[in-house]
């Protein structure tokens, strides 16, 4: 009985109370996607100067006033602590330190950070930060290794990991089921009115707790932070990637609807569905779209990473995500990355399962499978990182 429900639970999202998803490829809609470089005056963006002191700040302001909302500023009382550290992981490959992040003076908002890097390291390591889908942040998250997050195998390569449960930040609940024991309740209740934020942007938010940790960690390089997320935290990477600009690269792994999925191919999840099942990923603003009027599409979301490093990847079942959405997204952010001289795709039409196109600042990939994160994938990540990045 259990796991009849459990199971109509997981279609839930797929028949999109009613609203179905197209999975036929007729179907897509002719459409022509916004231009990115197009000023809201009308006016053409004819240097990287113009892009990221006058379009840019524009897009940033669509995606925040209408689809994940703004971000406070660091809270004033944070600081960290040390609450563990093993010496020798995996055999005397890494060391492995908790960290608490105090939000506040009184220590009565925290969340827990689970790092791992190389022991020994020669210098500060580049370091991968993203949020994780455990309920509990505890030594479970290290257990998880071996599929979504690969230890030995990063820790080889010579990078650092960190990682916390994105419910520790805001739980992953609709309004209706909130405790109010979040940030976002936090924060209402210290400033009632004063942000719109949705759970998206509180986990991007917590993201750059991190990155604020690792900038007082010698072990770890802080100018080569590189965010990471799988599926809703790939959104959550793309957005806190758009919005801070200490992260050096980011990795959208199977982000789909919202992520990095071309929202007028209306192919796979949708803004309905999407919206209808998880209203707490939105503020309500959202609610004024369809798939077809939204200002910009989500390669304006994608091109906010520009010029830094970024890596836009699917898996071939997972049409959920529409694969070819996410690659037509990686393709189209080209003409911002000219901008600034960088190159983007090579290929013309969507690559197949299997292949990847990543020789340039912008990567995209296809994984044969189902939507997940794999130690493949982390080794296409970091191959990118080390050429995009320099890092020997
Ligand atoms: C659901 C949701 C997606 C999301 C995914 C996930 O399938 O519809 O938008 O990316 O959950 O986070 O696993």
Not at 293 to 306: E, I, R, S, Y
């Amino acid at each position: 009985m259990k796991r009849v429900l459990f199971t109509i639970l997981l279609l839930l999202p797929l028949v999109g109370f009613g609203q179905e998803a197209n999975y036929d490829e007729s179907k897509v809609p002719e459409f022509t996607l916004p231009d990115l470089l197009t000023l809201n005056n009308g006016q053409k963006v004819k240097n990287a100067k113009q892009w990221m002191e006058l379009r840019r700040p524009e897009i940033l302001e669509i995606f925040t006033t209408e689809m994940f909302g703004g971000r406070p500023e660091k809270p004033e009382g944070l600081h960290f602590k040390q609450i563990g550290q093993d010496e020798e992981v995996y055999g005397g490959l890494g060391i492995r330190r908790r960290i608490q992040v105090c939000l506040d003076n009184e220590e009565k908002h925290t969340f827990e950070v689970l790092i791992h890097f190389p022991k020994n390291h020669k210098r500060p390591c580049p370091i991968f930060i993203g949020l994780n889908f455990k309920d509990k942040n505890d030594e479970t998250i290290a257990l998880e290794s071996g599929r979504r997050w690969p230890y030995e195998l990063i820790l080889n390569e010579g990078f650092a990991v960190a990682t916390a449960t994105r419910n520790s930040i805001e739980p992953d609940v609709r309004p209706e089921e909130s405790k109010g024991d979040g940030v976002r309740a936090w924060y209402e209740q210290m400033y009632p009115g004063k942000y719109v934020w949705s759970a998206i942007s509180a986990w991007s938010w917590g993201i750059s707790r991190i990155a604020d940790y690792v900038e007082t960690a010698k072990e770890l390089d802080a100018s080569r932070m590189i965010v990471i997320g799988h599926s809703r935290l790939g959104k959550t990477a793309l957005w806190t990637g758009a919005n801070d600009l200490r992260f050096a690269m980011v990795v959208s792994n199977n982000s789909g609807c919202c992520g990095a999925a071309i929202t007028r191919r209306a192919f796979g999840e949708n803004f309905g569905i999407i919206g209808r099942s998880f209203p707490h990923w939105f503020v309500p603003n959202f609610y004024k779209y369809n798939d077809s009027n939204f200002p910009v599409d989500q390669n304006g979301l994608a091109a906010l990473t520009a010029p830094r490093p970024l890596y836009i990847a699917s898996a071939s079942q997972d049409l959920w995500a529409d694969p070819k959405g996410e690659w037509l997204c990686a393709k189209s952010v080209q003409s911002v990355y000219d901008l600034f001289g960088k190159k983007g795709l090579e290929s013309s039409e969507c690559i197949k399962p299997g292949e990847r196109d990543d020789s340039g600042a912008v990567g995209y990939k296809i994984r044969i499978g189902e939507h997940n994160v794999y130690p493949e994938d982390w080794i296409a990540y970091m191959k990118f990182a080390k050429r995009n990045l320099k890092i020997k």
